[in-house]
T-cell receptor, first 112, second 114 residues
Framework: GNSVTQMEGPVTLSEEAFLTINCTYT??????LFWYVQYPGEGLQLLLK???ADDKGSNKGFEATYRKETTSFHLEKGSVQVSDSAVYFC???????????WGAGTKLIIKP | ETGVTQTPRHLVMGMTNKKSLKCEQH?????MYWYKQSAKKPLELMFV???????ENNSVPSRFSPECPNSSHLFLHLHTLQPEDSALYLC?????????????FGPGTRLTVL
């Protein structure tokens, strides 16, 4: 079946460091891929998404490229800020209008 | 502010209590969801309503009972819960069109079962 695997956290970085959070998936065909972010005390919100191979989603300085050949959707940011501290979730949706398949989440801690 | 509100934000209840969680969306969406978020586990989809009809029920124990009286409101009725039901319960909504739909989440209700 479909699945999403994220790197375990927490990931701790200093401000202005480069960020990569790995996400790989298992699916048949061409799923839509998502990154959601959950800030402390809040619900999840969409950060970015991509719907076909080689698409790049981007938002708030974050980017992720849909790599069909490596079944990956790694999240990157060139220079993180303390305000980026949150939990990041990778997810996919292939055939359903409703059922997202979620990764376990990666907690990111940015120190000043 | 995502346009999805949840009340209460925190709830403590005993195993014999009956309580309800409320969700309201102000986005004009046609689908609403209940999720359970537990520490170190992937998000669990509990129920989905589309056009006020339940379309997904992912093997959730009967002590959780959803209700969707209209497209803007969703309830989760709780009774005789267990301590392992303690978690963050998230409500979400979306405008259903296909697999690339964005779901919009409320802030959640932190439930503690004593």
């Amino acid at each position: 079946g479909n699945s999403v695997t994220q790197m375990e956290g927490p990931v701790t970085l200093s401000e202005e460091a480069f960020l990569t959070i790995n996400c790989t998936y298992t699916a048949t065909g061409y799923p839509s891929l998502f990154w959601y972010v959950q800030y402390p005390g809040e619900g999840l919100q969409l950060l970015l998404k991509a719907t076909k191979a080689d698409d790049k989603g981007s938002n708030k300085g974050f980017e992720a490229t849909y790599r069909k050949e490596t079944t990956s959707f790694h999240l990157e940011k060139g220079s993180v800020q303390v305000s980026d501290s949150a939990v990041y979730f990778c997810a996919l949706n292939q055939d359903s209008n409703y059922q997202l398949i979620w990764g376990a989440g990666t907690k990111l801690i940015i120190k000043p | 502010e995502t346009g999805v509100t949840q009340t209460p934000r925190h709830l403590v209840m005993g195993m014999t209590n009956k309580k309800s969680l409320k969700c309201e969306q102000h986005l004009g969406h046609n689908a609403m969801y209940w999720y359970k978020q537990s520490a170190k586990k992937p998000l669990e989809l509990m129920f989905v309503y589309s056009l006020e009809e339940r379309v997904e029920n992912n093997s959730v124990p009967s002590r959780f009972s959803p209700e969707c009286p209209n497209s803007s409101h969703l309830f989760l009725h709780l009774h005789t819960l267990q301590p392992e039901d303690s978690a963050l319960y998230l409500c979400a909504s979306s405008q259903v069109s296909g697999p690339a739909d964005t779901q919009y989440f409320g802030p959640g209700t932190r439930l503690t079962v004593l």
